[in-house]
């Protein structure tokens, strides 16, 4: 699998070399993640493998934290993705692999977290942070912009006199 890895990134290079052309460096840029699911982990059910596919790209990879176990090449990814398709191949629902999937690793495995009981917290507190500081920087704008200076008394005009005069 290394080896495969290494190959592929040989022809990258090759290619970068070989082309003066950003698109086609690009196309060979993107091909990267399409290497993580190995031929032998693909279903013969193209509708079930699309449906692996779609479970894989929402579950988190633990090893690489902010990768899904569809774009990883980790062999913690390479588990999780067999297990999804045991399970699909098994008869379970998209919800019962979720369900079983987080029951084992807990919810963090989710890229997308649930909307639900105490993640309301989570994705109310971006907002309502936002919701804080816009507040807090209007009260001070308003406060700093209502305070009027105060006039100078005849003393302090005439040693200002005295000093501009030198």
Not at 32 to 47: R, T
Not at 111 to 132: E, F, K, Q, S
Not at 135 to 161: N, Q
Request: charged fraction near 30%.
């Amino acid at each position: 699998m290394l080896r495969r890895t290494f190959r592929a990134l040989a022809a990258v290079v090759a290619a970068m070399r070989a082309s003066t052309h950003p698109t086609l460096l690009a196309l060979a840029l993107m091909a990267g993640p399409a290497l993580a699911v190995q031929p032998d982990e693909i279903l013969a059910d193209p509708q079930l493998e699309e449906r692996a596919r779609e479970l894989s790209r929402g579950l988190r990879c633990l090893v690489c934290r902010n990768e899904s176990i569809d774009d990883s090449n980790a062999e913690l990814a390479r588990d999780l993705r067999l297990l999804v398709r045991e399970r699909l191949v098994a008869g379970d629902t998209d919800d019962e692999v979720i369900d079983f999937v987080t029951d084992r690793y807990g919810e963090y495995v989710l890229l997308t977290p649930r909307t639900g009981g105490t993640n309301w917290v989570l994705w109310g507190a971006g907002p309502a942070m936002l919701i804080l500081g816009l507040g807090i920087g209007l009260v001070f704008l308003r406060r700093r912009a209502s305070g009027t200076e105060e006039a100078l008394s005849p003393e302090e005009e005439e040693r200002l006199k005295r000093i501009l005069d030198r």
